[in-house]
């Protein structure tokens, strides 16, 4: 039976560890939250992200507008946050309404200040491979989960399944620094099974519920699952078919439970980091 890579338990060592740093340092980071429109999911994202960041010591301010908003007012807001040097961190939620352009808007952010790393000063630090800048909090939190396996990542074969800017990409970019040997793929890719079947480590965003299953994995490989999605009972469940891959796979991720809670982590994490560069601590 695979060890389960407990996220929820890692994710609450991160924030007690922020948490005691906030205290005993006395200093309160603060996050700005841009949100665009209702969509339910980003809704619920966003108040997970907000009662975190309460219980570390991180104030937030959420800037929610209608989805007939226009680029303008998210720029100018932008130039505002930027601008203020109470504000440290600053979030767009995403997907922005199709209207939007996305990667210019987040483009306008203050690179310092852009704790999803995203901007595109921030994408290019991750691909020299300088640990300067801020990362993404969904791979960041992968590479501490499968850091934690205690693995020797040199040279083993990672496949992402994904090719997102949200998780994929970078996920590809941050496993090729440990020196894994990395396989993208997505949906125009044939023969996935053999590839699942070659990976030592497997990174799973896609969005089909349960598509890995046990006769696709390697004995003893590392599974992380980034799906969020729902089976025929309407159950949370995620990419990886996780009764039947748990009984040949060495580590894998729960969902929920995995993943989900060491991206709010890592955007504490990079929160506070913002914080104490903008200050040079
Ligand atoms: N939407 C889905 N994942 C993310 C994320 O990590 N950051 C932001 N800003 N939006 C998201």
């Known amino acids: 039976m695979a060890v389960i890579l407990d996220g929820k338990k890692m994710a609450q060592t991160v924030k007690q560890r922020l948490q005691q740093m906030i205290k005993q340092q006395g200093f309160t980071?603060?996050?700005?939250?841009?949100?665009?429109?209702?969509?339910?999911?980003?809704?619920?994202?966003?108040?997970?992200?907000q009662k975190a960041a309460s219980e570390v010591g991180i104030e937030t301010q959420l800037y929610h507008f209608d989805d007939q908003a226009s680029?303008?007012?998210?720029e100018n807001l932008i130039q505002t946050l930027n601008a203020d040097s109470d504000v440290h961190g600053i979030l767009i939620q995403l997907p922005l309404p199709k209207s939007f352009n996305a990667a210019k808007i987040l483009s306008e952010i203050d690179p310092q200040k852009d704790v999803d790393?995203?901007?595109?000063?921030?994408?290019?630090?991750?691909?020299?491979g300088a640990q300067t800048g801020l990362q993404p909090a969904t791979p960041k939190g992968i590479m501490k989960l499968i850091k934690s396996t205690g693995l020797d990542l040199s040279g083993k074969n990672a496949l992402v399944i994904g090719r997102s800017?949200?998780?994929?990409?970078?996920?590809a970019m941050m496993l090729l620094g440990a020196d894994c040997t990395v396989t993208m793929a997505h949906s125009k890719t044939t023969d996935l099974k053999a590839l699942c079947q070659n990976a030592d480590i497997i990174v799973s965003?896609?969005?089909?519920?349960?598509?890995i299953k046990?006769?696709?994995?390697?004995?003893?490989?590392?599974v992380i699952d980034v799906g969020m999605n729902r089976d025929e009972q309407g159950k949370l469940c995620g990419v990886v078919d996780f009764e039947g891959v748990c009984q040949k796979a060495g580590f894998i991720t729960p969902v929920p439970g995995g993943v989900g809670p060491m991206t709010i982590a890592m955007l504490l994490d990079n929160v506070v980091e913002a914080?104490?560069?903008q200050h040079q601590i």
């Open 165 to 171: 800017n949200i998780v994929g990409k970078p996920m």
């Open 214 to 222: 046990q006769d696709w994995v390697k004995s003893g490989a590392v």
């Open 275 to 277: 914080y104490l560069k």
């Open 205 to 211: 965003a896609t969005g089909c519920a349960k598509l």
């Open 117 to 128: 790393g995203f901007h595109p000063y921030n994408i290019g630090l991750l691909q020299y």
């Open 29 to 49: 980071p603060k996050l700005g939250i841009i949100l665009v429109g209702d969509d339910a999911a980003s809704l619920i994202y966003v108040k997970n992200k």
């Open 71 to 74: 680029s303008e007012t998210l």
